[in-house]
Each structure stands twice: as structure tokens, then as C-alpha cells.
């Protein structure tokens, strides 16, 4: 089973609101991903877990704030965001230890900020 | 520093064409992975491939193929007699091998098979 399960699929939240994606793997990966990609963009990394730990921030502004509560986890809390945070959001995870594997990605949470 | 260039945008084909899309990439690693996405307009990106930096073989997996030249650091993807359902934004990216975690992607190419 290949899935990763990203929740949910839609978002729409205001300036001042407080939301969170929640993202799913039963692969048994230890790494997992956070990637934000902009219409017509590349995805962009945001964060990487490596076995329940935050080893990569790409400096993201705080207030989006990853937490790994467990190795098939994944969440991203999200507070006071921006206009321009508007964005699809991806989950992926891969086997990690750095052998270069692939990557799996979720659908993604498109998030609407107004 | 690693980059992946994928110089089309856009590309349109008719159905049944071949198409092949391009990727060139930098690095100054001995060792490392590239890999094609798929993106559907679902937005998932569907892994295709995974080729690292010591296998030279191209490969074929029914309508697609892909072929890996490091002498011009490139990895072209073909599709063979394309069909509508190849449309799609196709990313080509890079990852180095070590206790790194980075995929470096492309720009992407968006390919429209038109029926």
C-alpha cells in the first residue's frame, strides 16, 4: 500500500484563525515531508521529519508549525497566515536513512486564506 | 550547488504522437538519485521512476521510457504514442544520497495530449 492520506482536501480559513493538516502513512517510512507549491510552481520543501524529529526547516515563517506525534503522523499547524500562504500543501513520506529513495505524495490540502 | 532544469513549459501533442520531455540536471555528487513525477490536475504527484547515479541502463515500462546519460547530465522521459490521460505536469527532480532528505525538483513540463 503506497498511500499517503492527507486531510483535509479543502481549506478555506480566515487571517486570524487557527487550522490544522493532518497527514497519514502505514508504510512504515521514517521520514516525512511538508512541501507547499504555488499554482504553476515546483513544490517547494517546507520541513522534513526524520525518524519522529525535525531535521530540516527551510526557513519557515512560525507561523507554520510541524509537529511528527508518531511515525506514521504528520501534522502542520497553521496560525494567523497570510494571503500568500495561499497554497496546495503536500504530505509525502519516504523510507529515509538517506538511500535516495522515493518519495510519496498525498493529494494535497489546498488552502484558501482570506 | 544541485539544480534540475527542465527547459519546456508546455508542450501539446496529438494523441498517438511520441513526446519526450526533457531534464538536465547539475550536481557535484558522485552519488545520487533522480526521479520523474507525474502531476495530475488532482494535484497528487505520482512517482514514475527512480534511477541513481550508478545505473546508466534506460528503461521501459510499457509507453514509457526513460533515458539516462551522464556524460550530458541529463534524464529525457519519452512517451510512446501518448494518450489523453498523459496530460499532465511532469516534474523531474534530484536527490544526493548521505542522510539528506532534499528533493531538488524542476520547473515541471505540462504536457496536453489533445484527442
Known amino acids: 500500500d503506497t498511500e499517503v492520506t492527507q486531510t483535509p482536501k479543502h481549506l478555506v480559513m480566515g487571517m486570524t484563525n487557527k487550522k490544522s493538516l493532518k497527514c497519514e502513512q502505514h508504510?512504515?517510512?521514517?521520514?516525512m515531508y511538508w512541501y507547499k507549491q504555488k499554482a504553476k510552481k515546483p513544490p517547494e520543501l517546507m520541513f522534513v521529519?526524520?525518524?519522529?524529529?525535525?531535521?530540516i526547516n527551510e526557513s519557515v515563517p512560525s507561523r507554520f508549525s510541524p509537529e511528527c506525534p508518531n511515525s506514521s503522523l504528520l501534522n502542520l499547524h497553521l496560525h494567523a497566515l497570510q494571503p500568500e500562504d495561499s497554497a496546495l500543501y503536500l504530505c509525502a513520506s519516504s523510507q529515509g536513512g538517506g538511500l535516495g529513495t522515493e518519495a510519496f505524495f498525498g493529494q494535497g490540502t489546498r488552502l484558501t486564506v482570506v | 550547488a544541485q539544480k534540475v532544469t527542465q527547459a519546456q513549459t508546455e508542450i501539446s501533442v496529438v494523441e498517438k504522437e511520441d513526446v519526450t520531455l526533457d531534464c538536465v540536471y547539475e550536481?557535484?555528487?558522485?552519488?545520487?538519485?533522480l526521479f520523474w513525477y507525474k502531476q495530475p490536475p488532482s494535484g497528487e504527484l505520482v512517482f514514475l521512476i527512480r534511477?541513481?547515479?550508478?545505473?546508466?541502463q534506460n528503461e521501459i515500462s510499457g509507453r514509457y521510457s526513460w533515458n539516462f546519460q551522464k556524460s550530458t547530465s541529463s534524464f529525457n522521459f519519452t512517451i510512446t504514442a501518448s494518450q489523453v490521460v498523459d496530460s499532465a505536469v511532469y516534474f523531474c527532480a534530484l536527490s544526493e544520497a548521505g542522510g539528506t532528505y532534499k528533493y531538488i525538483f524542476g520547473t515541471g513540463t505540462r504536457l496536453k495530449v489533445l484527442a
Open positions: 550536481t557535484r555528487d558522485t552519488t545520487y538519485y
Open positions: 508504510m512504515g517510512h521514517r521520514a
Open positions: 534511477r541513481n547515479s550508478f545505473d546508466e
Open positions: 521529519y526524520s525518524y519522529e524529529k525535525l531535521s
